[in-house]
């Protein structure tokens, strides 16, 4: 027969082994709360210095470099996409790997690089930031997984 003292050892183990599997950082897969757009704008204080995970889509061009809420067609030049509507500024760029599979245009200046994209990272709101300070939020990526997108007809 076991003593109460052996039962309690083993349980305050347990408990333990399970509060650091949860509160050990790194530990877990969270990919960052996930967040629409239309979530984010619409209160971004609550967002403010968290880590979260948004789908949308990366411009890179001349003095942008950011992940917009659609692409559309610019009007300037035939077939020529640029970013639409709520925008953030991505701070350090994409990495290589997800840079290298972009979709790529040369229209209307330098090479330009686009794709529908799932970004996790550090959202900061209330500043300046990007090029001379143009928009209101950015996102430091950790993790960037390009998704599949047909591009819009036109």
């Known amino acids: 027969m076991k003593s109460v003292a052996a039962y309690i050892t083993k349980f305050l183990i347990t408990l333990t082994v399970i509060l650091l599997l949860a509160f050990t950082p790194g ?14 704008f619409s209160n971004p204080g ?21 992940i917009a809420e659609s692409l559309d067609y610019s009007g300037y030049a035939e077939g020529h996409l640029v970013p639409k509507g709520e925008m953030i500024w991505v701070e350090a760029g994409m990495s290589v790997d997800v840079y290298d599979r972009l979709h790529r245009q040369q229209m209307m200046g330098p090479e330009e690089r686009y794709g529908k ?17 143009g928009y209101s939020s950015q996102i430091t990526p950790a993790r960037v997984e390009l998704l599949e997108w047909s591009q819009p007809v036109t």
């Open 46 to 66: 609550e967002y403010n210095g968290k880590e979260i995970t948004v789908e949308g889509f990366y411009f890179d061009g001349f003095e942008v470099q950011v």
């Open 117 to 133: 994209v799932r970004v996790t990272g550090k959202f900061e709101y209330g500043g300046e930031y990007g090029h001379m300070g």
């Open 27 to 40: 530990c877990s897969q969270d990919k960052g709360r996930e967040v629409t757009f239309q979530q984010l």
